[in-house]
């Protein structure tokens, strides 16, 4: 259970700094606990996939969930828009 609880925790940190940092009018927070969580599986498979690994821990969790929510939300925005 404590593992689910460190996910959402930092897919909302991470989904409320990507959220931040892409402008816009926010999804909510449950959005952004989702986005976060989701942009953590895609940061974590593109950071793979580069061969970049930004270290353990909590901050480096963070940091992949970050850029890969931001794409998501790049992404979401653009299909949105269209």
Known sequence: MSGLLWWILIGLIAGFLAGKVMKGGGFGVLMDI???MAGGVLGGWLFNMLGVFPGGGILG???VAFVGACLLLWLVRLIKKA
């Open 34 to 36: 989702l986005i976060g």
């Open 61 to 63: 969790s963070i940091l």
